[in-house]
């Protein structure tokens, strides 16, 4: 399969890694041009100059991108991917709004199709291809693309409409975030009780509360400045601020989303944005009532 990639970040390094290592001929694009460059020429392919360009010399393009506004810049812009004419399939793999998803789809070029496809787990599981891929498509849909999937990826299921992959994807980071501020919440408790942090951290991945991104994250709840950041404070708030957007347009109450994204809100401003998510703990452990 010949295979475009868009968007080369923490995430969409190793993914596009993965889908050459599986042996697909792959073109990269990405903002930074140079980057496309250097994971090109390591791994063999080659990279277009803008979206456009990688859109006319492949049939299938993935996208890995930070937000609805980046996406909106790569499809739609005068270079962008749905002015190119040979790739049929768009996969968008990033966190979006399914309202995105559902315009992608809406102002697609004829016949080409948009599919929200987008991911669980942090960069380790992208290096070890062991994603859970959550696709808006039919059964059919996520088999035709199954080698691709499949080099990226653990698990991948079929939602069955488009936009339906984003909704879960929200819903499920809605789900990482809260553990995240929750866990913050009761290793900060602990330590005002004389119980030290790995201590605590020992029980808690014990316990019926040791969610797997707890064990994958330790190292970085215990030592944040000696681990690189794989999911920032700002990428979190803006999870969870389209997780709202979503949540209000259904009429949906998410009392405990709100405070999450609240505290998120609060730690940006004291300067946390570029830090990982993990930082909230360190944030936690300076807030007082």
Same mark, same amino acid.
Request: with cysteine; charged share 15%.
């Given at each position: ?33 140079? #980057? ?5 020429? $390591? &791994? !063999?392919? @080659?990279? /277009?100059?803008?979206?456009?360009? =990688? *859109? ?23 270079d962008g991917l749905f002015q190119g004419g040979r790739a049929k399939t768009c996969i968008e793999m990033g966190t979006m709004s399914p309202d995105h998803i559902h315009r992608l789809a809406a102002a697609a070029p004829q016949g080409v199709t948009v599919i929200d496809a987008p991911v669980s787990g942090a ?27 499949? #080099? ?5 299921? $079929? &939602? !069955?409409? @488009?936009? /339906?992959?984003?909704?879960?994807? =929200? *819903? ?94 609060? #730690? ?22």
């Open positions: 399969m010949r295979v475009g990639f868009a968007g080369l970040g923490r995430m969409g390094r190793p993914m596009a890694r993965n889908i050459a290592h599986a042996g697909h001929d792959l073109v990269l694009w990405n903002r930074s041009a140079q #980057a496309a460059q250097d994971l090109a020429d $390591a &791994l !063999g392919g @080659t990279h /277009a100059e803008t979206p456009r360009a =990688l *859109a006319d010399t492949v049939n299938v393009v993935v996208t890995m991108l930070a937000d609805d506004a980046a996406s909106v810049d790569v499809h739609f812009g005068p960069t380790q599981a992208a290096l070890d291809a062991q994603l859970l891929i959550m696709a808006g498509c039919t059964q059919d849909e996520a088999t035709q693309f199954a080698p691709l999937f499949d #080099a990226m990826g653990r698990q991948t299921i $079929a &939602l !069955g409409r @488009t936009g /339906a992959g984003a909704v879960m994807k =929200l *819903a499920v980071n809605a789900m990482l975030h809260g553990i995240n501020q929750t866990l913050a919440e009761a290793i900060t408790l602990a330590e005002a009780c004389g119980i030290a942090a790995d201590q605590a951290f020992d029980v808690i991945e014990a316990s019926a509360a040791g969610a797997p991104m707890l064990k994958y994250r330790r190292p970085l709840y215990l030592d944040e400045a000696g681990h690189d950041v794989t999911f920032t404070v700002a990428l979190a708030h803006k999870d969870m601020r389209v997780t709202a957007d979503l949540a209000a347009a259904q009429n949906v109450a998410m009392p405990q989303s709100a405070v999450t994204q609240s505290v998120l809100s609060q #730690a940006m401003q004291n300067g946390f944005s570029e830090r990982d998510m993990a930082a909230i703990l360190n944030y936690m452990r300076k807030t007082k009532p």
